[in-house]
């Protein structure tokens, strides 16, 4: 007896345990997929693995692509999406950007709640739009230290700097604490006094320094 394709989607012929409470599914609500959840939709290659040719060729199951991943940023808060799946979602669109998908206008997504922002003063990360203030940490050393003090992006050093093609399409390269900010050296005001160990006074070594200079210059312009 040959089931046709029309078969599984009218009588939901794909059967499924999702996380221990077994059901029967259409091609129509299963994706597949390998590196994010997607609300709503059943992973058929967590159970069915070694039958892609089945599922993606004849039964037509859709296979997670940017479009799909864009939407359901888009979805975020009304599905009540936790900050961990958000952030997930983000470096699967990220992936995608890289591969040269051809991405849709970042418009929709900056007025959306998914970026999860770090509050200085309660350590809690929540979902903010891009009009919420929050840079990005691009460095290591003195200007990581500013976590401490204003919102920033949750995501560690390196996954900034792998979420690049992400950060460019969305136009927030501007928000780098490299690009923020500028590092300056200065000598401290401390109490000023005398060198008192003779080996460190450069006064009285400033006269052979200084003919040491002019003798190295005659030098050099002698063999010129």
């Known amino acids: 007896m040959t089931v046709r394709r029309e078969s599984f989607e009218t009588e939901a012929l794909i059967y499924f345990d999702h996380n221990g409470t077994p059901g029967w599914h259409k091609p129509s609500e299963c994706v597949w997929s390998d590196t994010t959840h997607i609300h709503g939709k059943i992973a058929a290659n967590a159970q069915y693995s070694d039958l892609k040719d089945l599922f993606v060729e004849k039964l037509r199951v859709p296979q997670l692509d940017l479009t799909m991943v864009f939407d359901q940023l888009l979805a975020a808060r009304s599905l009540n999406l936790p900050v961990s799946e958000v952030k997930e979602l983000l470096k699967t669109l990220n992936s995608f950007l890289c591969t040269g998908s051809s991405p849709p206008s970042p418009s929709r997504l900056l007025n959306a709640r998914i970026f999860p922002v770090r ?106």
């Not at 230290?145 to 920033?152: A, G, K, S, Y």
């Not at 996954?159 to 604490?177: D, G, Q, V």
């Not at 160990?197 to 070594?205: A, T, V, W």
């Open 119 to 224: 509050e200085p003063s309660t350590g809690n990360v929540v979902l903010c739009t891009s009009n919420t203030q929050f840079a990005l940490v691009d460095r290591e050393g003195p200007p990581s230290r500013f976590i401490e003090v204003v919102r920033v992006l949750d995501f560690t050093l390196q996954e900034i700097r792998r979420l690049k093609p992400l950060l460019a399409w969305t136009r927030l390269e501007s928000r780098y604490l490299s690009r923020c900010m500028r590092e300056v050296s200065r000598v401290g005001d401390g109490v000023q006094a005398p060198i008192s160990q003779p080996h460190r006074d450069l006064r009285r070594k400033a006269y052979a320094l200084l003919r040491y200079a002019q003798l190295s210059t005659c030098r050099s312009s002698n063999l010129t």
